[in-house]
């Protein structure tokens, strides 16, 4: 499902990662044939501003007849980070965990879907200072909505797609909004570079700063094996924290190194 962090990118990264975006990073989903009616996303960065390498990956698939509106559907994740303690980070990026999960969800030819899914996680290694305390059963519910306006894969001309969800965690015991817009140009024979301007939104419900976010930035992504294989991005961007709390106060700068990768199956 769209990420992050393309690349939609990063995440939101997930879900704002695998969807949530803060996620750094969102992936646009391919049309899925009757057949390929699953898609994965995968993706690893390095984010130069909060010190931490994370690695995502993410499987949904849905099951039953291909032509009714609302299905079931099953999710597999896995999310790591490096970094365990210094201090908070996103929670969809400090929060290193495994999940398997199953619900319904209603999808529209738009671009929007309705979700809602429980199931098991269980957390990875060490708790960093704001991770999920706990393991165990895990709700999600929540809308996403993905637009695409670009050039046909594989060809130059104009990039141009929106991302946004409104998503509720157990696991967090919070709801997260992200909204990303991307518009940039796609160079070269079989599409090989892009070049790209990026606003990212992220809001939550109770009010941590680093869950409370505006980024502006560019990025440029190479696509050196083809438009369905992996793709290389380095991306910069500025930061404003929306909320007060943040001990090195309310802007940054943001270098990410990304690698991703989606395709249906």
Same mark, same amino acid.
């Given at each position: 499902?769209? !990420?992050?962090? *393309?690349?939609?990118?990063?995440?939101? &990264?997930?879900?704002?990662?695998? +969807?949530?975006?803060? *996620?750094?990073? /969102?992936?646009?989903?391919?049309?899925? /044939?009757?057949?390929?009616?699953?898609?994965?996303?995968?993706?690893?960065?390095?984010? #130069?501003?909060?010190?931490? +390498?994370?690695?995502?990956?993410?499987?949904?698939?849905?099951?039953?007849?291909?032509?009714?509106?609302?299905?079931?559907?099953?999710?597999?994740?896995?999310?790591?980070?490096?970094?365990?303690?210094?201090?908070?980070?996103?929670?969809?990026?400090?929060?290193?965990?495994?999940?398997?999960?199953?619900?319904?969800?209603?999808?529209?030819?738009?671009?929007?879907?309705?979700?809602?899914?429980?199931?098991?996680?269980?957390?990875?290694?060490?708790?960093?200072?704001?991770?999920?305390?706990?393991?165990?059963?895990?709700?999600?519910?929540?809308?996403?909505?993905?637009?695409?306006?670009?050039? #046909?894969?594989?060809?130059?001309? &104009?990039?141009?797609?929106?991302?946004?969800? #409104?998503?509720?965690?157990?696991?967090?015991?919070? #709801?997260?909004?992200?909204?990303?817009?991307?518009?940039?140009?796609?160079? @070269? &024979?079989?599409?090989?570079?892009?070049?790209?301007?990026?606003?990212? !939104?992220? +809001?939550?419900?109770?009010?941590?700063?680093?869950?409370?976010?505006?980024?502006?930035?560019?990025?440029?992504?190479?696509?050196?094996? @083809?438009?369905?294989?992996?793709?290389? +991005?380095?991306?910069?961007?500025?930061?404003?924290?929306?909320?007060?709390?943040?001990?090195?106060?309310?802007?940054?700068?943001?270098?990410?190194?990304?690698?991703?990768?989606?395709?249906?199956?």
């Amino acid at each position: 499902m769209p !990420l992050s962090r *393309g690349c939609l990118g990063l995440r939101a &990264r997930a879900a704002v990662v695998a +969807a949530i975006l803060l *996620g750094a990073v /969102a992936l646009p989903r391919a049309a899925a /044939a009757a057949d390929q009616s699953g898609y994965l996303s995968a993706y690893a960065l390095r984010d #130069a501003h909060y010190d931490d +390498a994370v690695l995502a990956v993410d499987a949904t698939e849905s099951l039953g007849d291909a032509q009714r509106r609302i299905r079931p559907f099953y999710e597999l994740a896995y999310t790591r980070d490096t970094r365990v303690a210094g201090g908070p980070l996103p929670r969809t990026f400090a929060d290193s965990y495994v999940l398997g999960a199953m619900g319904l969800q209603a999808q529209y030819a738009d671009g929007l879907r309705l979700f809602a899914q429980l199931g098991l996680s269980g957390r990875l290694g060490e708790a960093p200072v704001n991770a999920a305390p706990r393991s165990g059963s895990d709700f999600r519910g929540g809308v996403q909505l993905y637009r695409d306006w670009s050039v #046909a894969t594989g060809s130059p001309g &104009r990039i141009a797609s929106l991302y946004g969800s #409104a998503q509720y965690y157990s696991r967090y015991g919070d #709801a997260i909004a992200y909204l990303q817009a991307e518009r940039g140009i796609a160079f @070269g &024979r079989g599409r090989t570079t892009d070049v790209y301007a990026r606003l990212t !939104l992220t +809001a939550d419900t109770l009010g941590y700063y680093y869950d409370n976010v505006a980024e502006l930035g560019v990025g440029v992504r190479l696509h050196p094996f @083809g438009a369905y294989a992996p793709s290389i +991005a380095l991306e910069g961007f500025g930061g404003r924290y929306l909320r007060a709390g943040s001990p090195n106060g309310a802007t940054y700068f943001d270098l990410r190194p990304t690698l991703t990768l989606g395709f249906s199956f």
